[in-house]
């Protein structure tokens, strides 16, 4: 049992002792893969939104113009 408690507390000693680097490494490089992968999605996301907007007012403007209406 006392061996169980000096192992934990050894680990959480270690843990402390880790650089910031250390500690968070995974998770900085996850966000800075992350952040550009959203901004490229969000890029072709608001093209295709501005393009589907033309489309309607283009669609809408032939159908004003159209004869006998």
């Known amino acids: ?15 402390d002792k880790k650089s910031f680097w250390d500690k968070y490494k995974w998770l900085i490089i ?3 893969i ?6 490229v999605m969000l890029y072709f996301y608001l ?3 501005k393009r589907k907007k033309l489309a309607q007012r ?7 113009q159209m004869p006998g209406r």
């Open 30 to 32: 996850g966000g800075l």
């Open 1 to 15: 049992m006392e061996s169980l408690t000096l192992l934990n507390r050894a680990i959480l000693e270690a843990r």
């Open 58 to 64: 283009r669609d809408d403007e032939q159908y004003i």
């Open 47 to 49: 093209r295709y939104r």
């Open 34 to 39: 992350a952040v550009p992968i959203q901004l």
